[in-house]
Nanobody, 125 residues
Framework: QVHLVESGGGSVQAGGSLRLSCAASGYTYYNCMGWFRQAPGKEREGVAMIYAAGDTTNYTDSVKGRFTISQDNAKNTVYLQMNDLKPEDTAMYYC???????????????????WGQGTQVTVSS
């Protein structure tokens, strides 16, 4: 069992920055961990994922060049640095993890096993 706790959400103006954190506890031998988001009335989408053993990252196109995912394996924590935020980034952001994706690549479309409770990000224009 992997327990995930997100933090760092908030409200910012367009062009601002936020850093989300996701701390894992319990059975922390996950292979992939990262972030999804869901805006009201929209489907959940994968934002950024990172492979724990090799730092391979994967981003959805709309955040490339603006968001950076990183990890501190000693702290079992994954971060999402979000710069140049836009109103369309407004959503609930969820941390997700999986123990069984062992190819070195973490897909953005996948039924991840473990999920956090979410943290709200609101970007005003």
């Amino acid at each position: 069992q992997v327990h995930l706790v997100e933090s760092g959400g908030g409200s910012v103006q367009a062009g601002g920055s936020l850093r989300l954190s996701c701390a894992a506890s319990g059975y922390t031998y996950y292979n992939c961990m990262g972030w999804f988001r869901q805006a009201p009335g929209k489907e959940r989408e994968g934002v950024a994922m990172i492979y724990a053993a090799g730092d391979t990252t994967n981003y959805t196109d709309s955040v490339k060049g603006r968001f950076t995912i990183s990890q501190d394996n000693a702290k079992n924590t994954v971060y999402l640095q979000m710069n140049d935020l836009k109103p369309e980034d407004t959503a609930m952001y969820y941390c997700a993890a999986d123990l069984y994706l062992s190819s070195g690549y973490c897909p953005l479309v996948h039924e991840y096993t473990y999920w956090g409770q979410g943290t709200q990000v609101t970007v005003s224009s």
